[in-house]
């Protein structure tokens, strides 16, 4: 199995500001995804994180709003960019291991003002 | 996309109680994977299921590929059980994208 530590666990931030959000993982991963998970909701995936390239974006998020980078197998960022209220969620990192199974970090808790 | 349904949204139960919550989905699957969520808002993997029946302690789950749906079942519930149960699928493609269901969410009471 894979653990996946993430940064920071939780933020309050003002709005117009930009977070980012830190994915570490204790092994190599074949792939990488940051999910969005609103008040109440379910988990929606935000993008595919690929190393050394662009991520790839979901319909209804993009890049200007959610750069994401993954320089190496084992670490990705995520940047919630001008912040609004509307972005306050959980934002979980996951990668998948052992075959087909995804592993998930323990999320980040943010809050915007 | 790939549809997936949860059954009930809501549960209440005593503790001791048993229950089974269920998942439905509308394609064929190469992964299916059931998580539950504290209240903390941590993920934990319960099981990778995308046929056949798995059991860990007190929980089993049923995956019945043909007629896509999967179960699973809580017996003996602790109020540490209580939280949301989701079912995850990928429906295959080099992307292993999961779509979650909506949860269910329970609780145990004392």
């Known amino acids: 199995s894979a653990v996946i530590s993430q940064k920071p666990s939780r933020d309050i931030c003002q709005r117009g500001t930009s977070l980012t959000i830190q994915c570490q993982v204790d092994?190599?991963?074949?792939?990488m995804f940051w999910y969005r998970q609103q008040p109440g909701q379910s988990l929606t995936l935000i993008a595919t994180?690929?190393?050394?390239?662009?991520?790839?974006?979901e319909s209804g998020f993009v890049i200007d709003k959610f750069p994401i980078s993954r320089p190496n197998l084992t670490f990705s960022t995520l940047t919630v960019s001008n912040m609004s209220p509307e972005d306050s969620s959980i934002y979980l990192c996951s990668g998948t291991g052992d075959g087909y199974i995804q592993y998930f970090g323990a999320g980040t808790r943010l809050s915007v003002l | 996309g790939i549809q997936v349904e949860q059954s009930p949204p809501d549960l209440i139960l005593q503790e001791g109680a048993n229950s089974t919550l269920r998942c439905n989905f509308s394609?064929?699957?190469?992964?299916l994977q059931w998580f539950h969520q504290n209240p903390w808002g941590q993920l934990i993997n319960l099981f990778y299921i995308p046929s056949g029946t798995k059991q860990n302690g007190r929980l089993s789950a049923t995956t019945v590929a043909t007629e896509r749906y999967s179960l699973l079942y809580i017996s003996s519930s602790q109020t540490t059980d209580s939280g949301v149960y989701f079912c995850a699928v990928w429906s295959g493609g080099s992307n292993y994208k999961l779509t979650f269901g909506k949860g269910t969410l329970l609780t145990v009471n004392p």
């Open positions: 994180a690929n190393q050394g390239s662009e991520a790839t974006y």
């Open positions: 394609d064929s699957v190469n992964n």
């Open positions: 092994s190599q991963v074949t792939m």
